[in-house]
């Protein structure tokens, strides 16, 4: 589609100037490729030397480790990769069938006046800043899930010992489903990017062969967008793992791995907001440093992945994932 | 029986249907009831002075007492400062980085500052913040706190989003137009500034915008480094508050005034990100219609 | 076509930046961004240009916050409520001038700071348990009671130990819901050296500090954090200074104290209890780790009174080189001398304890020792007392 340009058409006016201008502009906008390959390595470089400290002292016992205790300076990261993982099941569990049901409603199935609007709607629960979430998790969600969620949970669900414990709405629970609130535009505008570009061919064959409305969605359209959807919520899993106000504001902070959905947890973004310039000292100040590494590898790994087949699907971009 | 069975599976159709409408209809559910909440507490309390004046003292009004409002002018004045020159560090080098991946693309670089943007996009925020941090208590202590490093945690997160915006807008310039300039003998440089990048203009601008959005909403990377304030700005080497970690200050305190004032401010950052973030879709979506039309 | 839409939108964009400049430019000039400068500083003036920061202690917060917004004008301090151990952090990086917490510093802390530390005790306040337990307004509680609930071994609020201490009150059924603080805190250090005191169990098995493992309950940011989650979740109960109880209208326990009768946290009750404590205090730049104002013996003294702490470098010039100038040093000492003194008038109105004389003159030696370039410091404050 496109191509090299260097060896553009026959000159034409004074051919050094131009020569040097290019140059020049090349080296420019070069020098800002460059700063982003950079900003990689040196969030990378900073954190790797800033967690020196706790990598020489534990070793690999950081990353199996399931005691944070500061009293005796020995620190693992389990509780909070829990807590992490945990938080961030939940919002899929949760937001993928929401976010994958709207956009195959909002491609397929809606009235057409109704899916751009519908649609933008969706999308700007993405606009809304994460602390926002957080002080309405506060105030709304949690009392909600404290009052009406969690006693029904506990007594329809109880049994399996998943929802036992207190119901305070100060949870791992109250944070998953805040996290599946904020990943659900992330999942469902790709999804439906991904949808949209089925070809219209697929749709007409299904439907020329007598199928329903359904019917067609179900077997030609979404197996072909398949692996975009999964794309999505591979983009949506890496946006749940890092976020930080909502869940601080919801989760409980408590520094320990959770027993159940009712438990207080902590994951590694609240644990970096609440502890990082309030360590005990300089070996705590750096297990938290590698923690946040730890974080930064995860949501790298799941980005990386995200991005690879987002990017088989669409071609060229992974689109608005803001 | 043949009849029947086409009633059953247009009956199923109809009912995937309504499931498949309910799940965006329950999507929605936590969008209103955040601006409902929002509109709810917040809307009493905004006044021209709110907009203006500082945070005051805490207090929650008992039998016969009543305590001084106050005003997030303070925040958003430090949100402005913070965003502003985010944007001033990070526009540059994103739409830099934009024009290389899409002008000299075809070399590997091109493809990799590529694909990192994308991928740095993707990096929780909180780390932009660690990062800042981590590196100004080695580099100079006395700066950790202050303007300056919280716009640079704002620029790494914008940084990536600028890179990618712009490199769409600038994709979406068809190449007839690059080369027909090339012919005529226009050095790269001016066609790519001033024929590919005025043609994106809007496009470029929207992305622009869709960052400096973000920016304004994030509290975590601001946690370590604008620090707060009850001023506004006072030089880029002191702490400035800003209006997401205004919300986070005063949303979890017992004091009554705090909490009002954290209501209305996140009713102003909800009404300015929405105004921007409608904004940006309808030019984007014009942009696309135009390019589609011809 | 193209090029003329590319034109409007410069002009949108051009005429936002002009309006945004003219709105920011008429409010800093209208004085919309300064502090309110409606009270007088007393009788020091801080140099201007050398504006200084602080951080810590969210416990003596709302009182820092007064300071900052009266003294000098209310533009020549910055204090961030961060926590008391990020106070303690933040000095010893030296990424504040001063630090605020209500924990002394321990060995490792002292050890680890680049220079000699400073402890000036500039403020004394009460840790108050906070709950929410409908319908409940007064509550009885003793040392061996709160130390069973935040172990988690007392949990509800009808259980025996909790009604034997207050006949007549209906107590729920309900599960006590424990809130502590998640960050490094003073109000921690102070609240869990009480529990020790109280309860060797509790010394051995979770011990004092800043940051311990509660055995049960949530963690919530702050002072601030922990009484806005009381506040507004049934079944809880956390603690706090005083001034966040009274001040945000959360419902507060009395406590049993050593003479035997129930107290409730007030302003007087607390200075009583500093001044029969009558702790034995160290020099400024002495070992401060085990002052301690608990217990104190009085009939109506509170037991949960603690002093809050200043700390500073000693050596200013030393320690900051030339990060600092000459004027944020003398605005610093400034600040301190009028905190120990004139700021002291603002205490018992945000129901804090006012310091006796006696500390006062401690103080003001203390800061008196502070040096920048080798000598005194000079100051409008200093020599005003």
Not at chain 2, 254 to 272: F, S, T, V
Not at chain 3, 75 to 97: E, F, L, M, R
Not at chain 3, 150 to 160: A, E, K, V
Not at chain 3, 277 to 292: E, F, H, I, K, Q
């Amino acid at each position: 589609m496109d191509r090299p340009t260097p060896s553009s058409p026959t000159p034409r006016g004074p051919r050094r100037s131009r020569h040097w201008g290019d140059l020049i502009f090349a080296g420019l906008v070069g020098l800002g490729g460059a700063g982003v390959l950079v900003l990689v390595f040196a969030i990378l470089g900073v954190l790797l030397y800033q967690s020196g400290l706790s990598f020489r002292a534990f070793g690999w016992q950081f990353v199996i480790g399931t005691q944070w205790d500061v009293r005796d300076n020995i620190y693992g990261v389990v509780p909070f990769v829990s807590g992490t993982l945990i938080t961030s099941a939940i919002a899929l569990v949760i937001g993928f069938p929401l976010a994958v049901g709207s956009a195959i409603f909002l491609t397929t199935q809606a009235p057409r006046w109704m899916r751009g609007p519908v649609g933008t709607v969706i999308e700007l629960l993405a606009a809304i800043p994460s602390v926002v979430y957080g002080f309405w998790g506060l105030y709304v969600l949690g009392p909600y899930m404290r009052t009406n969620v969690e006693p029904a949970l506990h007594r329809y669900l109880g049994w399996t010992g998943a929802f036992n414990g207190p119901a305070t709405g100060t949870d791992i629970l109250t944070a998953g489903v805040i996290l599946a609130v904020m990943v659900i535009p992330t999942i469902s505008a790709i999804s439906r990017e991904t949808l949209a570009a089925v070809p219209i061919s697929q749709r007409e064959a299904a439907l020329s062969l007598g199928a329903t409305n359904w019917e067609t969605t179900r077997v030609a359209i979404v197996p072909y967008a398949r692996s975009g959807i999964f794309g999505a919520t591979i983009l949506g899993l890496g946006r749940a793992l890092g976020e930080t106000m909502a869940v601080t504001m919801t989760i409980g902070n408590r520094d320990a791995v959770p027993t159940s959905f009712f438990s207080q947890g902590q994951t590694i973004a609240s644990l970096i907001a609440n502890e990082l310039t309030n360590s005990n000292g300089p070996l705590q100040y750096s297990a938290i440093i590698e923690a946040g590494l730890i974080l930064l590898f995860i949501s790298l790994l799941v980005n990386v992945l995200a991005r690879l087949l987002l990017w088989r699907v669409l071609r060229v971009t992974g689109g608005s994932t803001e | 029986m043949k009849f029947d069975r086409s009633a059953r599976r247009k009956l199923w159709s109809h009912t995937m249907t309504v499931l498949a409408g309910l799940c965006a209809l329950v999507a929605l559910i936590p969008l209103g009831s955040v601006i409902y909440q929002a509109v709810l507490l917040g809307g009493p309390v905004l006044s021209l002075s709110f907009l203006t004046s500082n945070p005051p003292l805490p207090c929650t009004p008992s039998v016969g007492t009543s305590c001084a409002v106050g005003g997030i002018g303070s925040a958003i004045q430090g949100t402005l400062v913070l965003v502003g020159l985010a944007a001033a560090i990070s526009v540059p080098i994103g739409l830099a980085a934009a024009i290389f991946a899409v002008e000299y693309r075809g070399r590997f670089l091109g493809l990799a500052i590529s694909f990192t943007a994308d991928v740095l996009t993707g990096v929780p925020s909180i780390i932009a913040g660690v990062f800042i941090y981590a590196y100004f208590v080695i580099y100079d202590p006395s700066i950790v706190f202050s303007a300056l490093t919280g716009s640079l945690a704002l620029s790494v997160i914008m940084v990536p989003i600028v890179t990618r915006t712009c490199e769409e807008a600038l994709r979406t310039v068809p190449h007839s137009l690059r080369e027909a300039a090339l012919a005529l003998g226009i050095p790269k440089w001016r066609t790519t500034l001033q024929i590919v990048l005025m043609t994106a203009l809007p496009a470029v601008l929207t992305g622009i915008l869709l960052s400096v959005m973000r920016a304004s909403g994030e509290a975590a990377p601001l946690l370590f480094t604008a620090f707060g304030s009850r001023l506004g700005f006072q030089g880029f080497n002191n702490p400035i508050n800003a209006l997401p970690l205004l919300i986070y200050n005063f949303a979890e305190s017992p004091y009554k005034n705090w909490i009002d004032l954290a209501w209305g401010a996140a009713l102003i950052l909800i009404i300015l990100i929405l105004i921007a973030s409608v904004l940006s879709r309808l030019v984007v979506g014009r942009m696309v219609r135009r390019m589609r039309g011809g | 076509m193209k090029r003329q839409q590319s034109k409007a939108w410069m002009y949108v964009l051009v005429a936002v930046v002009v309006v945004v400049v003219i709105i920011v430019a008429a409010g800093y000039y209208a004085g919309w961004f300064k502090g309110s400068t409606t009270n007088s500083s007393g009788t020091c003036a801080p140099p201007s240009g050398g504006a200084i920061k602080g951080a810590g202690s969210t416990l003596v917060y709302p009182l820092m916050f007064q300071w900052e917004s009266v003294y000098g004008g209310g533009t020549a301090v910055n204090y961030a409520s961060v926590g008391s151990s990020a106070g303690i952090t933040d000095i010893t990086q030296k990424t504040v001038q001063f630090g605020a917490s209500d924990a002394p510093l321990n060995h490792a802390q002292i050890a680890a700071a680049p220079g000699k530390v400073l402890t000036i005790p500039e403020s004394a306040g009460g840790v108050v348990p906070i709950y929410n337990v409908a319908g409940v307004p007064t509550l009885n509680f003793n040392g061996s009671v709160l130390v069973q609930i935040y172990q988690g071994t007392i949990n509800n609020w009808n259980s025996t130990p909790l009604q034997t201490l207050n006949p007549g009150v209906n107590l729920p059924n309900a599960a006590i819901s424990v809130v502590y603080r998640a960050d490094g805190s003073g109000t921690t250090f102070i609240w869990t050296s009480y529990l020790s005191l109280e309860s060797s169990a509790w010394a051995s098995s979770v011990g004092k500090g800043t940051m311990v493992m509660f055995p049960v309950g949530s963690g919530q940011a702050k002072n601030a954090g922990v009484a806005g989650y009381v506040q507004k979740t049934p079944d809880t109960i956390g603690y706090v200074d005083l001034n966040y109880a009274l001040n945000g209208g959360v419902a507060f326990g009395k406590v049993l104290n050593p003479a035997g009768h129930y107290v409730l946290a007030s302003v007087n009750n607390t200075a009583s209890a500093l001044k029969d404590a009558n702790p034995t205090l160290p020099a400024g730049s002495g070992d401060w780790y085990n002052v301690s104002v608990l217990n104190a013996p009085g009939a109506g003294d509170y037991p949960i009174t603690s002093l809050t702490y200043v700390f500073v470098y000693q050596d200013l010039s030393g320690v900051f080189g030339s990060s600092l100038t000459q004027t944020q040093a003398e605005t610093l000492v400034d600040f301190l001398y009028w905190m120990v003194t004139t700021g002291q008038s603002y205490s018992a109105q945000l129901y804090y304890v006012p310091l006796p004389a006696s500390i006062v003159g401690a103080d003001e030696t203390t800061i008196g020792s502070m040096t920048f370039g080798g000598s005194a410091v000079p100051n409008s404050c200093g020599s005003s007392v």
